[in-house]
T-cell receptor, first 115, second 115 residues
Framework: AQSVTQPDIHITVSEGASLELRCNYS??????LFWYVQSPGQGLQLLLKYFSGDTLVQGIKGFEAEFKRSQSSFNLRKPSVHWSDAAEYFC?????????????FGTGTQLKVEL | GAVVSQHPSRVICKSGTSVKIECRSLDFQATTMFWYRQFPKQSLMLMAT?????????EQGVEKDKFLINHASLTLSTLTVTSAHPEDSSFYIC???????????FGSGTRLTVV
């Protein structure tokens, strides 16, 4: 069965600093990988996804992620964090044809941005 | 883009009563929808997969008689929490997949409080 690990429960960065959120997955075949962001009391918004092709994926709000098969990782990055980026971030993996099976989520990383 | 509408956003009910939560795909047809439960400061736990025109598939440990799921059309799935108890208080989120090349789109969630 697939699994997702987000090693960092909390991360604090200063506004304007760079950010990297870690995500490792476990799955035997080609994974479909996602990053979502959740603000308090809200649903999840898709930041970006990787299905195939270029391993560096660009998303919304200036985020990007790089799929590294050799490391089973899909880390999320942003070169300059804004105060509005403070939220909970979830990495997820889907399986099945076209990623049509259920999503498995990591435990999330809470991002705090210091002004 | 794909939009999923979830209602109500908040509901308070008395112990022993039932509550229905609706999840609608507004601009696409969703043959499959997913229902999640999220405890405070935790990740999303998949409760069940809802398939249009057929019975939902429940995850292990989820009481199907307590959490009734109906997916009567390609744009609407409902979750009914029957005979609610305080321990059912939680944040419930639905999601749907717009197509093979799309990520999973989430509703904005429903905060259920059972008093």
């Amino acid at each position: 069965a697939q699994s997702v690990t987000q090693p960092d429960i909390h991360i604090t960065v200063s506004e304007g600093a760079s950010l990297e959120l870690r995500c490792n997955y476990s799955y035997g075949a080609t994974p479909y990988l996602f990053w979502y962001v959740q603000s308090p009391g809200q649903g999840l918004q898709l930041l970006l996804k990787y299905f195939s092709g270029d391993t560096l994926v660009q998303g919304i709000k200036g985020f990007e992620a790089e799929f590294k098969r050799s490391q089973s990782s899909f880390n999320l990055r942003k070169p300059s964090v804004h105060w509005s980026d403070a939220a909970e971030y979830f990495c997820a993996v889907a399986t099945g044809a076209g990623g049509g099976n259920k999503l498995t989520f990591g435990t999330g990383t809470q991002l705090k941005v210091e002004l | 883009g794909a939009v999923v509408s979830q209602h109500p956003s908040r509901v308070i009910c008395k112990s022993g009563t039932s509550v229905k939560i609706e999840c609608r795909s507004l601009d696409f047809q969703a043959t499959t929808m997913f229902w999640y439960r999220q405890f405070p400061k935790q990740s999303l736990m998949l409760m069940a997969t809802s398939n249009e025109g057929s019975k939902a598939t429940y995850e292990q440990g989820v009481e199907k008689d307590k959490f009734l799921i109906n997916h009567a059309s390609l744009t609407l799935s409902t979750l009914t929490v029957t005979s609610a108890h305080p321990e059912d208080s939680s944040f419930y989120i639905c999601s749907a997949r717009a197509g093979q090349n799309y990520g999973y789109t989430f509703g904005s969630g429903t905060r259920l409080t059972v008093v």
